[in-house]
């Protein structure tokens, strides 16, 4: 059984910062890659970062220059802080654990809403 697992999110005012953080557990296996993604309501799922085990990092157009992922793939971590927070950023935040074997694993989300 694998859980992967979010923490963070909240309630932020617009400009603000927030920082989520992801733990993957419960397999020997290897993890070729973490991510982050979102959803808004009524929208699809986006890509809003990644990061490899080799520590190769991509971003979404949105969030360049205003969130960083870090962390770990070799630990099973990520995080990701996110600075300069807008309204549009307002998304149910979804992990992703991407592990070597081709088998991907999400966390259950995490709500963040940037609102005044």
């Known amino acids: 059984q694998v859980d992967v697992v979010e923490s963070g999110g909240g309630l932020v005012q617009p400009g603000g910062s927030l920082r989520l953080s992801c733990t993957a557990s419960?397999?020997?296996?290897?993890?070729?890659?973490m991510g982050w993604y979102r959803q808004a309501p009524g929208k699809e799922r986006e890509l809003v970062a990644h990061k490899t085990s080799g520590s190769s990092t991509r971003y979404s157009d949105s969030v360049k220059g205003r969130f960083t992922i870090s962390g770990d793939t070799a630990e099973n971590t990520v995080y990701l802080q996110m600075n300069s927070l807008q309204p549009e950023d307002t998304a149910v935040y979804y992990c992703k654990a991407h592990f070597y074997g081709n088998t991907v694993y999400w966390g259950q989300g995490i709500q963040v809403t940037v609102s005044s």
């Open positions: 419960g397999s020997s296996t290897r993890i070729f890659l």
